[in-house]
């Protein structure tokens, strides 16, 4: 597991899996919330993540990509959760 220096360090890096970052939330309807971010985020880049959402916790797993575009989402969902605490 190594963690890439362009990301958050929210993210980590793992071989064979790509980049996963696991959320609290306080609620599942507050994680679904956050997962509609995320989804949107994945929209504009045109790259899709899997997420697994339970009562209290959202995880992403951004699957791994030549091109860059499992840290342009990464980025993309950082910021689109971001906007929405702010």
């Known amino acids: 597991m190594s963690i890439h220096d362009d990301i958050a360090l929210e993210w ?29 985020a994945a929209e504009q880049v045109e790259y899709y993540q899997e997420v697994t959402l339970t009562q209290n916790k959202l995880s992403i797993t951004i699957p791994p990509n030549d ?13 689109a959760l971001s906007n929405a605490v702010d």
């Open 12 to 40: 980590a890096d793992i071989d064979g899996q790509g980049l996963i970052r696991v959320l609290n939330t306080e609620s599942f309807r507050s994680g679904f919330v956050m997962l509609v971010h995320v989804g949107t």
């Open 67 to 79: 091109d860059g575009l499992d840290h342009r989402l990464a980025h993309a969902i950082d910021a």
